[in-house]
């Protein structure tokens, strides 16, 4: 064995849901940082993209719609407790992300549809119901238009949030050629 071999066999891992699971909330924990730390540096008028929501759509998509669920929730949850937002809203609108994305479970071609556009659609169509769900709870009757914000902060970062989503796809898609 090199010295830059693991001693384990990467298939062993995939196969193995309690490895993933633990993957899932080190990945979750790791871009929580980077999003509360980082991601103010390429912020566009303070909008930044969702990497939360891009883990939530890939575990669905990968593992089903109830892991996909339980996933947004605990997603949504962590970003509650790490930022200044109204608690259980990121829980709410992640979980109904994770729903969404979670119709579009296919055991035998996961990674095939994460490594195409399909993904990117997916995570536009979960982006969208995310933000319209936040947007709805966030907006303060008297302060702005409901929908002057949705397209303000809701469109954007759904936008903003469907292009970050092309490098995981990009990643996965270069895995697959040989």
């Given at each position: 064995?090199?010295?830059?071999?693991?001693?384990?066999?990467?298939?062993?891992?995939?196969?193995?849901?309690?490895?993933?699971?633990?993957?899932?909330?080190?990945?979750?924990?790791?871009?929580?940082?980077v999003h509360i730390v980082f991601l103010r540096f390429i912020s566009v008028s303070s909008v930044t993209p969702d990497l939360?929501?891009?883990?939530?759509?890939?575990?669905?998509?990968?593992?089903?719609?109830?892991?996909?669920?339980?996933?947004?929730?605990?997603?949504?949850?962590l970003f509650d407790i790490v930022s200044a937002q109204v608690p259980g809203t990121n829980a709410l609108v992640k979980t109904?992300?994770?729903?969404?994305?979670?119709?579009?479970?296919?055991?035998?071609?996961?990674?095939?549809?994460?490594?195409?556009?399909?993904?990117?659609?997916?995570?536009?169509?979960?982006?969208?119901?995310?933000?319209?769900?936040?947007?709805?709870?966030?907006?303060?009757?008297?302060?702005?238009?409901?929908?002057?914000?949705?397209?303000?902060?809701?469109?954007?970062?759904?936008?903003?949030?469907?292009?970050?989503?092309?490098?995981?796809?990009?990643?996965?898609?270069?895995?697959?050629?040989?």
């Open positions: 064995m090199s010295a830059m071999q693991f001693p384990f066999d990467r298939s062993q891992y995939m196969k193995s849901p309690p490895l993933r699971m633990i993957a899932y909330a080190v990945i979750a924990m790791l871009l929580s940082v939360l929501l891009i883990l939530t759509v890939w575990i669905a998509i990968v593992e089903g719609q109830f892991t996909g669920m339980v996933a947004g929730f605990l997603c949504g949850l109904l992300a994770g729903f969404i994305a979670g119709y579009f479970y296919r055991e035998s071609d996961a990674m095939a549809l994460i490594g195409s556009a399909r993904f990117l659609l997916i995570t536009a169509l979960a982006a969208t119901v995310d933000s319209f769900t936040y947007n709805f709870f966030y907006v303060k009757p008297m302060q702005t238009s409901f929908w002057m914000f949705f397209v303000k902060y809701g469109i954007a970062t759904t936008l903003y949030t469907t292009v970050a989503a092309v490098f995981p796809m990009l990643v996965v898609n270069r895995r697959k050629d040989p």
